[in-house]
């Protein structure tokens, strides 16, 4: 049997429950799904909804006393045999991708954590990382994919405000369990845990959109977050971090308008308050004018107006920790909880204490409404659930934290989450971080062995962003993390750096970058003009084919495309799919190749040096499009409204806003003979158009515009 048949079937299953009544520690087994367990019921149900998809749901309820509960796990045999499992990371910055028999998942060496304090970003401290080969957990949700015939079973957890799910498989021994991180939850007599899945198959990988979709509906029935719109921008961290000031935002700003780059966001990031938590004390040094006076700029650029607070942090020296330390997060012991290293180190606010709750107001009414800010990144809002308390798991007060952002914003600015878990995001922000920060550097081979997954890298950021693709524009907008175009202060090759733009526009909704486009060199102008219009890419599909090379099957608008990512450090050849009575056009990375295209048959041999992508458009022979290729957009052909014909003319409209760079737009021509159209632009007649016979199955008009730039 599949996975889904043994999931659905398994009325006998492996139960351990750990919990404590009265400060006496019980452990209750049992290897049938039987009743009673000591001082509580478990239930199993399932509801068929079709023979595709059931709901599974564990009820957990305290028959006579008041129980505290610390551990649940409910373990049944699955058939495991050639499955990969998707492992989703604890937090948007935790790596997440599919592992297999021979891959393991280990904790952050002790000395690396006491050194780093990087263990207090994931959940290193309360989720027992075995580290042996083909024991593989998920957070929240996950998939099991047969490597034989790509049939997916997915499961996704419905009931996250009960606290974090996990997903735990024995790849190697046929074993599949639920794991519920319900530490801390007090159940009162009567009082139920309710655990609800929903669970899902598929017979290929390209069926996981529509899974997902289903599920987004639990967290979305009113489909308010589904389908964002896309947006492009600018922030200051990756350029200036903590150091920025007024007088740098102005000058970047400034530079937007010079260069005429169509973005729709700019974002103040991290650097404008005197300290961590105090964001209403703006630091008078660095920008003089205050934050009004630099919203108000930004609105007359016609841009978004974008900030960053990290609501429920406290650094050490903020004036918090001297005026309120009531308001932060304490240890049973009376100790203050640090949440994490950065800053030199910060504390955590009580989510439940009243005076915080009225500060936040304070805070989010001013930065909206007095200062006029309307898209607010909200970072490292893992903070508030560090540890359970009053009687509820670290899950639960996540969940309230959520809450409490949804109360405190009243949805009077766009939301962008980051450092958050992502089940917690869904249904309630418009945007959310897919990734762990990425970098002017390809990886931190250090962290990387030291097995921290929430490490800053763009190798890291762009693994995460590819593997989560099914939640873009179906749970939120997606946010891969800003992309590097700059030559300045960034390690990042030109293959890495046109991977990094390539993987971003295509597969977030929400694409932001840090560069001064005043250093730009032509190349990295011609570059970076190529993302505008942002396309709307619909990722259809995406697959391994090969260890860490992957290929992305996508569509924007009528056309589709593909392309194909080697990761890896060793050079990769791949093979173009078939494509019946068609072609692909390439063009090439212009740092490298300038305006170099070419037309490739099905099956080609792809050649690929290490962390380099190519992007394929495909044509049909038989369609009614005519549009060949060009050279002005990263995903040629989303500059293009529509392509006309008119009797013997051909009339292009070109998507606004667009960029007025050189460009080559390709038209197909009927026969070799053929003779050259009148080819029309956005209403003017194109001067510049040549016949190219490629092959004997390709001849083109080639369109020059905007030459004169």
């Known amino acids: 049997m599949s996975p889904y048949d043994d999931i659905l079937l398994a009325e006998t299953a492996s139960v351990n429950i750990k919990y404590v009544i009265n400060e006496e520690e019980f452990s209750v087994s049992s290897t049938t799904m039987v009743n009673k367990l000591g001082h509580l019921k478990l239930s199993r149900t399932v509801h068929l909804l079709d023979p595709d998809n059931f709901e599974l749901q564990y009820e957990l309820t305290a028959l006579g006393k008041s129980v505290a509960l610390n551990h ?402 179906t749970v939120f907008g997606s946010d891969p993390d800003v992309f590097f175009v700059r030559s300045d202060n960034n390690q990042l090759t030109k293959q890495e750096k046109h991977t990094l733009l390539v993987v971003n526009i295509v597969f977030g909704q929400l694409v932001l970058m840090s560069d001064n486009v005043d250093l730009y060199d032509k190349l990295e102008h011609k570059l970076y003009s190529s993302i505008f219009p942002k396309p709307k890419a619909q990722v259809k599909e995406l697959v391994s084919v090969g260890l860490d090379v992957y290929k992305a099957t996508y569509t924007v608008g009528d056309r589709e495309y593909v392309f194909i990512v080697n990761l890896s450090p060793l050079p990769f050849t791949a093979k173009l799919p078939w494509l019946d009575h068609g072609h692909y056009f390439e063009r090439s990375n212009v740092l490298i190749h300038g305006s170099k295209v070419d037309w490739l048959s099905p099956f080609t041999p792809v050649f690929l040096l290490p962390h380099e992508t190519r992007t394929f458009m495909k044509i049909r022979r038989d369609s009614n499009d005519r549009f060949m290729g060009s050279t002005g957009h990263i995903v040629p052909g989303s500059e293009i409204e529509t392509i006309t014909e008119k009797g013997d003319d051909i009339y292009i409209v070109l998507k606004k806003p667009h960029m007025e760079k050189k460009t080559r737009i390709y038209v197909r021509l009927d026969s070799f003979d053929s003779e050259i159209p009148s080819i029309f632009v956005d209403g003017e007649l194109a001067k510049r158009v040549e016949k190219i016979i490629w092959d004997d199955h390709i001849t083109v008009a080639k369109v020059t515009l905007f030459d004169n730039q």
């Open 72 to 473: 649940l796990e409910i373990e049944a045999d699955v058939n495991l045999e050639n499955q990969v499992m998707m492992a989703e990371g604890f937090q948007c910055w935790s790596t997440t991708k599919e592992l297999g028999r021979y891959n393991k998942l280990s904790s952050i060496p002790g000395v690396v954590s006491w050194f780093t304090q990087f263990n207090l970003q994931g959940d290193y401290d309360f989720f027992n990382y075995s580290g042996h080969p083909g024991h593989i957990h998920s957070t929240g949700y996950t998939y099991l994919r047969n490597t034989n015939n790509n049939h997916i079973v997915f499961l996704g957890s419905v009931s996250e405000e009960s606290g974090y799910t996990y997903f735990k498989a024995n790849l190697n021994g046929n074993k599949f369990s639920l794991y519920k991180d319900i530490e801390g939850k007090q159940l009162d007599p009567g009082q139920t845990l309710r655990i609800k899945l929903l669970v899902s198959q598929g017979d290929q990988v390209s069926e996981l959109k529509l899974i997902w979709r289903r599920y987004a509906n639990y967290y979305d029935p009113k489909h308010e977050f589904q389908n964002p719109r896309h947006l492009t921008g600018w922030s200051s961290w990756y350029n200036f971090y903590e150091r920025v000031t007024e007088k740098d935002v102005l000058s970047s700003l400034e530079a937007f308008k010079k260069h005429k780059y169509p973005i729709d966001v700019f974002q103040i990031d991290d650097g404008f308050e005197s300290q961590i938590g105090d964001w209403l004390d703006v630091d008078q040094v660095k920008f003089p004018r205050g934050m009004k006076a630099l919203c108000d700029d930004i609105k007359k650029q016609n841009y978004l107006p974008g900030i960053w607070l990290a609501p429920f942090a406290v650094g050490f020296k903020s004036k918090i920790v001297k005026d309120h330390p009531e308001w932060l997060l304490k240890h049973p012991d009376g100790r203050l909880v640090v949440a994490g290293p950065n800053w030199g180190g910060f504390y955590a606010m009580d989510i439940y204490h009243p005076e915080v709750r009225i500060y936040l107001h304070q805070v989010f009414d001013q930065v909206i409404d007095t200062w006029g800010y309307k898209l607010l990144k909200l970072d490292f809002l893992f903070a508030a659930a560090m540890i359970p308390r009053l009687g509820k798991s670290r899950g639960e007060i996540m969940w309230d934290a959520m809450d409490l952002i949804m109360e405190v914003t009243r949805k009077r600015a766009l939301l962008l989450g980051s450092g958050v878990t992502l089940p917690s995001t869904w249904g309630r922000l418009e945007y959310s971080r897919v990734s762990s920060d990425a970098s002017p550097w390809w990886d931190n081979s250090v962290l990387r062995i030291a097995n921290v997954r929430e490490r800053v890298a763009t190798s890291n950021a762009i693994i995460s962003t590819l593997n989560r693709w099914p939640m873009a524009s």
